[in-house]
């Protein structure tokens, strides 16, 4: 796969992390995708928001490889985005073509998922969850890497969580722990696919709490979420999509509170109504 | 007719000592022979590559669907016409592996395929491969599942090898024929070796609660 640039990427793309141009995809005969870009700066955090079906969480997928998009591009960081892993150097996958398990893999190694169901292994500990992939992928030395998960867990305030099992923990304390184990892998990008769609209320909010500190320490991440209050709060940019196309993008602010487009209107105000 | 309590003693020996001999290592080798072929075709049932699933298939149908006993004379009576001749031991191990690798297979396929989606993804977003994947992360969770129903390919095969006496295995119902036709004493001998296997698959099925409860101790209760 030879590196290609992104017809229409800005000049002089630093600081650019990722970018994704014309991303396409149907399951079947249904078209969940209809070309879709996104840039995502170093230290930006970008909200995806829309109705369900509307793509958003495929977008998310796609760019972490557990979705192979039909066609389009991911392009990842230039070479001095690397704020961690090694290999600094860009990688840009072209799903027009056929995409090998090492183009994948290498896109795996750039990002790091939080799932809306936590995902964490029933059958290891809340440690054993964190250092798994560090010292089974990433082959990090197990003191290093069991120090600072001990260190993130305490940040996340689950200290005293470090040898229990996830059935132990409460909705909000898994998906706490899901964070600490996307952060162990020291990624470039943290995705966020509705990180409190199946938690209680009262525990959405320790759960927004640790993201909003990540994007406050320059995280750069992308988040699918229903919380538009907590959008507001924490993205730079707002994507709004229906029916597999970006319907709207903006800043934060603008997007959530003047909307320019009907279906954004609509989408913002039935969901406030909710709230 | 006086019941002859000296035979039932003296039967005992003959019997438990088949029992370590024969029952004991064939379940043993068999099974663990058998568990690694059943891994093998449970996996290859679930690859994407249709040839290799409809092998496994085909596998799995022709064990199911005939007899242990005519599985045990093809290969040791069928197959000297073709040239093989196989000792009693090979040939009942062959047997039992290929017997259990069928049931097995099954078992170990729907325990794969229960442990949900998002697991195999949690282990690609961190950087696995599937293989490893299958290893660290999937194949752990199915062995939770699998133990109730492997236990239950463990206890009946303990039971099956009763058929190698027929093919000439020693092993503990072959001494209890063989003692019961020397003395006549058809029930006595019979009833001890019923007793003998009783007693086994209840320590088995002891082992197979400790088990359950140590795989169990990451799961709610």
């Known amino acids: 796969m030879s590196p290609t ?9 630093s600081g650019l992390v990722l970018s994704a141009r014309d991303l396409a995809k149907a399951f079947g005969s249904n078209v969940v995708l209809r070309g879709i870009d996104i840039d995502v700066r170093r230290g930006q955090v970008v909200a995806l928001i829309g109705p369900s079906g509307s793509g958003k969480t495929t977008v998310l997928r796609s760019l972490n490889g557990l979705e192979v998009p039909d066609a389009g591009t991911v392009t990842f960081g230039d070479a001095d985005a690397g704020t961690v892993r090694g290999s600094g150097a860009g990688l840009t996958l072209d799903f027009a073509g056929p995409v090998g398990k090492r183009e994948i893999a290498a896109l795996r190694d750039r990002s790091a998922m939080v799932f809306q169901h936590y995902n964490l292994f029933p059958h290891m500990t809340v440690l054993k969850n964190i250092i798994e992939g560090p010292l089974q992928v990433q082959k990090r030395p197990r003191a290093e890497v069991v120090e600072e998960a001990e260190r993130l867990l ?11 099992y996830p059935f132990e923990l409460s ?15 020291k990624p470039q990008l943290l995705l966020f696919d509705e990180p409190t769609s199946a938690l209680d209320p009262e525990l959405v909010g320790e759960v927004l709490g640790v993201i909003k500190e990540l994007a406050d320490e320059g995280w750069t991440m992308v988040i699918v979420t229903h919380e538009l209050a907590f959008a507001r709060q924490v993205a730079d940019e707002v994507i709004f999509m229906d029916g597999g196309v970006v319907v709207e993008r903006g800043p934060a602010a603008e997007v959530l509170r003047e909307p320019r487009e009907e279906r954004t209107k609509q989408f913002v105000k039935r969901l406030q109504h909710d709230v | 007719m006086t019941f002859n309590w000296d035979l039932v003693w003296s039967s005992f020996g003959p019997i438990i ?11 043993l080798a068999s099974f663990a022979i058998g568990l690694a072929l059943a891994l093998l075709v449970a996996l290859l049932r679930l690859s994407p590559n249709r040839l290799l699933s409809a092998v496994a298939r085909f596998y799995v149908s022709v064990i199911r669907g005939t007899p242990l006993l005519v599985q045990l004379f093809v290969i040791f009576y069928g197959l000297p016409s073709l040239g093989v001749k196989l000792e009693p ?7 039992f592996s290929l017997n259990v690798g069928g049931y097995a297979a099954e078992v170990i396929r729907a325990a794969i395929l229960s442990v949900p989606k998002g ?15 299958l290893v660290r992360i ?3 969770q199915a062995a939770r599942v699998s133990v109730p129903p492997l236990s239950n390919t463990f206890i009946s095969l303990v039971k099956d090898t009763s ?5 000439l295995v020693t092993e503990l119902f072959r001494n209890a024929q063989q003692i019961a036709a020397f003395s006549q004493e058809f029930m006595i001998l019979y009833l001890e070796s019923a007793l003998v296997y009783w007693v086994i698959c209840l320590v088995l099925s002891t082992g197979q609660s400790a088990l359950e409860r140590r795989l169990d101790r990451y799961v709610a209760h």
């Open chain 2, 119 to 133: 697991q195999w993804e949690a282990g690609h977003t961190i950087g696995m491969s599937r293989p490893q994947t």
């Open chain 2, 163 to 167: 058929l190698a006496s027929l093919i």
């Open chain 2, 89 to 95: 031991w090979p040939s009942a191990i062959i047997a």
């Open chain 1, 154 to 164: 305490a940040r996340v305030g689950l200290a005293d969580k470090r040898d229990a």
């Open chain 1, 5 to 13: 640039e992104p017809s229409n990427a800005p000049q002089g793309n």
């Open chain 1, 171 to 185: 909705g909000g304390q898994q998906q706490r722990v899901g964070i600490v184990r996307a952060l162990a892998l």
């Open chain 2, 17 to 27: 000592g088949g029992a370590v001999t024969g029952t004991i290592p064939l379940t």
């Open chain 2, 138 to 140: 999937i194949l752990p």
